[in-house]
């Protein structure tokens, strides 16, 4: 098993990262570091390249510059081999397998490169890895919501079983995909509670989300994109007070970015 990391080491980092699609460039030369024990925010206005990056770092679209988790560069691997090296990411639909409770859900990532059709078999009156999925589910607070089907979750459940699904196999880094869309306030705070809990354990974690209350209230520093440059990078306070991230969001000096509760 993994050692923990200390808190503040750096688990995850980004160096230049590039994408291009044919003339467009997506993302121009990013560069961010993930700690461990903390909650990194990437905002931007709609088409800034948040979920871009997210698909580059994970290797769902090619890109180049240089990917390191731990240390180690990734920026070669096939998805599944970071996966299996403990980067997990959701993603912005985040539907669950219907027809799957939340804790086969669960095993379905565990054993996911072995091939559906054979997790499926193997799924039922089984339970494998029965204490990684348990443990998922305990730290994103839904201990005993295993054997529940989706359709009997509420939305914010669902949200949450997505993120316990990223979270189960040893991951060391989780890259969170608009973890909050549709959600209510409730519902929101209730995330970002676990999501804070989940660091704390020494997880590194990537958010992205429209939901500016929950980026302010949990993050400990937040990077802006925009037109897939990165135009800052510090504390909600540095990002509140900058003057480019005001135009990108409003094209004005005022940001309608605020101090969560406020």
Known sequence: MATEPERG????????????????????AISIEIRG????????????GKTTFI???????????????EGRRIDSLAPHRRRRLGLARTWQAGELFADLTAA??????????????TILGDLVGRGRHGGAVEGALEAVGLSGYGER?????????????GVARALAGESRVLLLDEPAAGLDSNESLRLGMQLRKIAAGGIGILLVDHDMDLVMEICDRIYVLNFGHLICEGSKTEVIADEDVAAAYLGSPEPELHEAGS
């Open 37 to 48: 024990a903390e909650v990194v925010g990437l905002i931007g206005p709609n088409g800034a």
């Open 55 to 69: 698909d580059a770092v994970s290797g769902f679209t090619k890109s180049k510059g240089e990917v390191r988790l």
């Open 104 to 117: 086969q859900n669960l095993e379905v990532a565990c054993r996911g490169t072995v091939g559906l059709r």
């Open 9 to 28: 080491e750096v688990l995850l980092s980004a160096h230049e990262l590039t994408v291009r699609y044919g003339g467009v460039t997506a993302n121009d």
């Open 149 to 161: 089907w989706p359709e009997d979750l509420s939305l914010g459940e669902q949200k949450l079983v």
